[in-house]
């Protein structure tokens, strides 16, 4: 997928463009989201003189990021949707 983000950072860095990374595929932090974007991406934006670099938290236990899960399940099941049909790609 593009463009990457160490093309961003690269941009980013020629421009002295801060950036704050907000990880959406992520809902907790784990080992990719504090290695790869807290620590190596970290380092190269700071070598490529980006002037900030910085991570917004995933939604982890967010009160609101749990309502809306339980909005969803509870939509779901009033529907009578099964997770096959929930998920089904095509």
């Known amino acids: 997928m593009t463009p990457t983000t160490e093309d961003e950072l690269k941009k980013a860095g020629s421009q002295s463009t801060p950036v704050v ?14 290695v790869e974007l807290d620590i190596d ?6 070598t490529w003189g980006v002037p900030f670099y910085g991570r917004a938290p995933a939604l982890g236990d967010n009160p609101s990021y749990i309502k809306c899960l339980e909005n969803s399940v509870r939509r779901l099941v009033a529907e009578k949707i099964t997770l096959e049909q929930c998920c089904s790609v095509g």
Not at 41 to 46: D, L, M, Q, T, V
Request: glycine content about 0%; aromatic content about 10%; cysteine-free.
């Open 41 to 46: 991406y970290a380092k190269k934006a700071k």
């Open 21 to 34: 990374v907000v990880p959406i595929s992520f809902v907790s932090e784990h080992s990719e989201t504090l």
